[in-house]
């Protein structure tokens, strides 16, 4: 990353990187407005993430959220205004996710079409299957992205249950077939689950990014193969205390990672949801004891460094 900022300036002044942003997790609340009133919907009271409710709580307010997108405008629109919102905030490197097998409003083919026309070349877009769909969806996905410039990579999100019949390593194709289009991959894996998921994101999925990774400390094994490997976690902190992953935000790793020397960057996850942007973002992490100039410094440069790009 370049900057004008001399080595003593604070890292306010530099500009941010946000590769974990979810397209239908950060709309712009007057835009949620007007796509609810043209659809007849009242906007729920309850939409925005609390602290400690869940992930299930957490996933199922993309319900109303995607209600709202399943037409290519209204993705088009969304995709624009985010990286302008982004660009306002700071933040000069974007990456966009979403599952575009989720806007049942028009083929998938389109639905993309419009994401990437909104972006227009301003952020990657990174395409997201869900836990439990089938392998196939993924495929698809990466064959999609594969074809178009400005996909840059490939997603497991959500997170997994018991009723789930496929497992994570019933994905290593796509991820391979991934990995063949030169697309990146990362997963959302260790969102106050077992660290032996992350495990399985790396060594099964080939993942380059971890999203979310919170419990990564309690295998130092695992730590040491994110090391070795150059594993960036995507850390979502205001986020993780919201789906209660961590029990408040100064109670996230992020400062031992870095003393560590686990590769981090600081990501909003979901701009609405959360009421959160970049700059909040970074500054309650510059907040969390242990977190001084260079570490803030350290995981800005990451977030820059791990972009994908084709």
């Known amino acids: 990353m370049t900057s004008e900022c001399s080595p003593s300036a604070s890292w306010t002044a530099l500009p941010l990187a946000d590769l974990h942003r979810h397209l239908d997790g950060s709309l712009r609340p007057d835009t949620v407005a007007a796509l609810a009133a043209a659809r007849g919907l009242e906007v729920p009271s309850d939409l925005p993430f609390a602290p400690g409710m869940g992930l299930e709580a957490a996933l199922a307010r993309f319900a109303f959220t995607l209600s709202l997108l399943q037409e290519p405008d209204a993705v088009r629109r969304v995709a624009a ?14 990456e966009i996710r979403f599952a575009p097998q989720l806007h049942g409003g028009a083929p998938m083919e389109a639905i993309l079409d419009a994401a ?11 395409l997201c299957g869900l836990y439990g769909e089938p392998p196939e969806t993924l495929r698809r996905l990466a064959e999609l992205g594969g074809s178009r410039e400005g996909v840059v990579g490939l997603d497991l999100a959500g997170g997994p249950t018991p009723g789930h019949h496929w497992r994570m390593d019933d994905y290593a194709p796509a991820f391979r077939r991934a990995a063949e289009l030169g697309l990146g991959r990362t997963v959302h894996a260790g969102e106050g689950r077992p660290p ?36 960036t976690i995507e850390a979502c902190a205001t986020s993780n205390w919201h789906v209660g992953a961590i029990p408040a935000v100064e109670a ?18 979901n701009t609405l949801l959360s009421a959160v942007d970049a700059p909040t973002e970074h500054a309650r992490i510059a907040a969390i004891p242990g977190m001084d100039e260079a570490a803030m410094r350290a995981v800005i440069a990451q977030g820059h460094a791990a972009a994908f790009g084709r």
Not at 252 to 269: E, K, Q, S, Y
Request: proline share 5%; hydrophobic share 45%; glycine share 12%.
């Open 196 to 231: 032996a998921e992350i495990k399985q994101a790396i060594l099964q999925l080939g993942a380059r990014r971890v999203g979310h990774g919170t419990t990564l400390l309690q295998d130092p094994e695992l730590v040491d193969l994110i090391i070795e490997r150059g594993v």
């Open 116 to 126: 990437l026309e909104g972006a227009d070349g301003r952020a990657g877009l990174t």
């Open 252 to 269: 996230h790793p992020i400062p031992r990672w870095v003393a560590l020397g686990v590769p981090v960057c600081v990501c909003t996850d």
């Open 81 to 94: 205004e985010m990286c302008e919102d982004a660009a306002a905030e700071g933040v000069t490197t974007l």
